[in-house]
């Protein structure tokens, strides 16, 4: 495994996690989040990686209207960045420990198929949308990704011309990953981001990231990140390993202990901590061409 000298930086941007109330930095609106995607990418991101929020609670949402303004307002700008939208909105299950079945999902579940999660990618085709590559006990609930689902998820995002992104929690969701590769559901090149620390996934721990980097298949383009304080020291990890990074407040709020950050920052931290190791920040242009996205 030899060291990546071109690097490609993702952001992500707002997520869909309860951090709105916990930095005044995170993004809501669409304004806010397409005002955020273009700092990022002045400050070095090659791609922004999306979610979008309702603008009045701030709680994660899967309207299309709100997506298709959000990229509206960041293609206006004439901003040069690649367009990756989440597609893993939907697999949200919530039960009772005690008697699942007989309450049923309880408040906070978001569950429907895998074609449900795509009416914002089929309507605005961007660069890269997300597949949540199996189900995981994420946190103190469930999310849902059946291998069913996964198929007919993928085969429609072949059909529309997406390159989809294969988001990998444990090795088992990679292993699944490349049987949807054998099974012709998945183009090459293959495009992996290896999401580590995530309660209760892969632990972000460096022995684990090189087993899973191991597991990928031959010629695949790959990325990781993780969660808190590890997200900068993972950035130099994805590197050393051959990979591309992730930053962003989707995954961590801190610049360092007591400063919130945003997500200029953190990309600009990504782009020093990249720099600083010998290697060289990749341009939007240089990732769609190795990313094999449409011109």
């Given at each position: ?21 916990r930095?005044p930095?995170?993004?809501v ?11 990022a990418?002045?400050?070095g ?7 979008v929020?309702?603008p009045?609670?701030g ?16 293609k ?12 893993g909105?939907?697999?949200?299950l919530v ?6 079945l ?9 569950l ?6 795509l ?10 949308c997300t597949l949540d590559?199996?189900?995981l ?18 085969r ?6 997406v390159r989809p ?8 969701q990679l292993?699944?990953a ?30 684990v990231?090189q ?7 031959e ?9 808190g ?13 051959g ?6 407040l989707e ?18 931290r990504?782009?020093?901590?990249t ?15 190795r ?5």
């Open positions: 495994m030899t060291m990546n000298d071109s690097v490609i930086i993702t952001c992500a941007l707002t997520g869909a996690g309860d951090t709105t109330r930095s930095h995170v993004p609106s669409p304004e806010q989040i397409a005002q955020s995607a273009v700092e990418a002045d400050a991101a090659a791609i922004v990686h999306i979610h929020r309702d009045e609670t709680a994660p949402s899967r309207d299309p209207k709100l997506y298709a303004e959000t990229v509206d307002r960041i206006q700008t004439g901003t040069d960045v690649v367009i990756n939208l989440t597609a909105m939907g697999g949200d039960l009772d420990a005690d008697e699942p007989e309450k049923g999902a309880l408040p906070g579940t978001d429907v198929g895998g074609l449900a999660r009416p914002h990618v089929e309507d605005l085709l961007p660069d890269i590559c199996g189900s006990n994420f946190g103190d609930n469930l999310y849902i990704s059946t291998p069913e689902m996964l198929r007919k998820g993928a429609r995002i072949q059909e529309l011309g992104e294969l988001e990998i929690f444990d090795t088992g292993w699944f490349k049987q949807l590769y054998a099974e012709g559901l998945l183009d090459d090149p293959s495009v992996f981001q290896l999401c580590m620390g995530i309660p209760w996934g892969a632990p972000a721990e460096p022995e990231l087993s899973m980097v191991n597991m990928l298949p010629g695949a383009q790959w990325a990781s990140f993780a969660l304080r590890m997200q900068m020291p993972w950035v130099a990890q994805s590197i050393l390993l990979g591309n990074v992730r930053v962003g995954d961590n709020l801190y610049l360092k202990r007591g400063v919130k950050a945003t997500n200029a920052q953190l990309t600009e990504a782009v020093t901590v720099e600083a190791i010998g290697a060289s920040v990749a341009t939007p242009a240089e990732a769609r061409e990313l094999g996205l449409r011109r």
